[in-house]
Structures are given as C-alpha cells and as structure tokens.
T-cell receptor
Framework: GENVEQHPSTLSVQEGDSAVIKCTYS??????FPWYKQELGKRPQLIID?????GEKKDQRIAVTLNKTAKHFSLHITETQPEDSAVYFC?????????????FGTGTQLKVEL | EAQVTQNPRYLITVTGKKLTVTCSQN?????MSWYRQDPGLGLRQIYY???????DKGDVPEGYKVSRKEKRNFPLILESPSPNQTSLYFC??????????FGPGTRLLVL
C-alpha cells in the first residue's frame, strides 16, 4: 500500500520568513495530494491540494509543488504569520479503496515566532 | 450547512464496556472513513466505506467494528474497549476521488 513520509516533524521560523514542508510517497499510481492544517484541539482542514497532472499550485501565501518522477511534494508558506502555527499533514490518495484511500504523513508542528 | 457530525465529543469509559461513536454527514457522500490520531503517529485509518453495506479494513482495524446501513451514517463500534484504544477519533466523508471532510473529533479515554 501507499506510504507517505513527512519532514521535518517540527519546524520553527521567525514571523515573515518562509516555511517548507516536504513529503514523499511510494505509490506511483497516487494522483491526488491534499494538505491539511490542524490547529490545537480542532479537526484537520484542507488548505490546498494538487493533482498529478499539475506541477505547482498557489493560493495567496501557500503553494504546493509536485514532482511525480521523484514522488515527492512540498508545501511552501511565505510571509509566515503567528496564525500559521499549527500541525500540517500531507496526504496522498491512491487507487486502493476505489480511489479514496487517504494515507497521511505523520505531521509537522510549525511554530511561527514573533 | 454541509457538515460531518460526531457524538459524543468526549467519552470516558472502562475496559470491556461496549461503546458506539456515531458519525453522520449531510453531503450525500458515498465515501466515509474513521481515523484515529495519536501523538507522533499522525492519522491512521481504521475502517472505510465506499457505499451502503460496503465496508473494508483500513490500516489499524483490530478491536473495532463499523456498519453502513444508511448513506449518511457510519458508526464506529468498540465491542470491548481496551486502554490502548484511548485516542482522538475522527470521522470523514468524501466524494469519490475528492478530498475528505472531517468531523469535529471524539476524544476517548479507556480506563
């Protein structure tokens, strides 16, 4: 089955700096890669996603890049703000389970310091 | 309002006492799933369902049961809870191939 690895597990940046979180996946058939943000005590919420036919997608300060050949994808947050502090999860959807099996990375605790 | 709901939100129980956590969605999604979240382990899938009466094991199904008798509901059943099932549980639903929407979570403590 699919295996998703995520790095780093913790990341501390100064407000205004950029943050980058990287994930690799194992199943070359995976075709959808969402990123979730989870604030303390709350549910994971989708912040951006990318499909396998696209190399990069941007939404304001957030961008995701995908390298299908290398089987890795990354989340980029620019001009970080204190409210960006949260746990971020990458995920990959593969063909198992009818195309809905979502395998998560283990998460990155991002802390934006003032 | 489109949403996934779970009940109860918090539950303290004792070893061996059967419990059910309910999950309901109002988005007519075919796909529903249960996850457990533990520190350092991320979100791990317990069971999922592709449609009514269709369920399958995820990555950590031991000690859990599910049923899908109606499209909107997907309860998680712990027939004989043990302390290692103490965790934060999330239900999620989705359209095929699309991202999943999560419920608010159920925090379970098994003594």
């Amino acid at each position: 089955g699919e295996n998703v690895e995520q790095h780093p597990s913790t990341l501390s940046v100064q407000e205004g700096d950029s943050a980058v979180i990287k994930c690799t996946y194992s199943d070359s058939a995976s075709n959808y890669f969402p990123w979730y943000k989870q604030e303390l005590g709350k549910r994971p919420q989708l912040i951006i996603d990318i499909r396998s036919n696209v190399g990069e997608k941007k939404d304001q300060r957030i961008a995701v890049t995908l390298n299908k050949t290398a089987k890795h994808f990354s989340l980029h947050i620019t001009e970080t703000q204190p409210e960006d502090s949260a746990v971020y999860f990458c995920a990959a959807i593969g063909l198992t389970g009818g195309g809905n099996k979502l395998t998560f990375g283990t998460g990155t605790q991002l802390k934006v310091e003032l | 309002e489109a949403q996934v709901t779970q009940n109860p939100r918090y539950l303290i129980t004792v070893t061996g006492k059967k419990l059910t956590v309910t999950c309901s969605q109002n988005m007519n999604h075919e796909y529903m799933s249960w996850y457990r979240q533990d520190p350092g382990l991320g979100l791990r899938q317990i069971y999922y369902s592709m449609n009514v009466e269709v369920t399958d094991k995820g990555d950590v199904p031991e000690g859990y049961k599910v049923s899908r008798k109606e499209k909107r509901n997907f309860p998680l059943i712990l027939e004989s809870p043990s302390p290692n099932q103490t965790s934060l549980y999330f239900c999620a639903s989705a359209d095929r191939g699309e991202t999943q929407y999560f419920g608010p979570g159920t925090r379970l403590l098994v003594l």
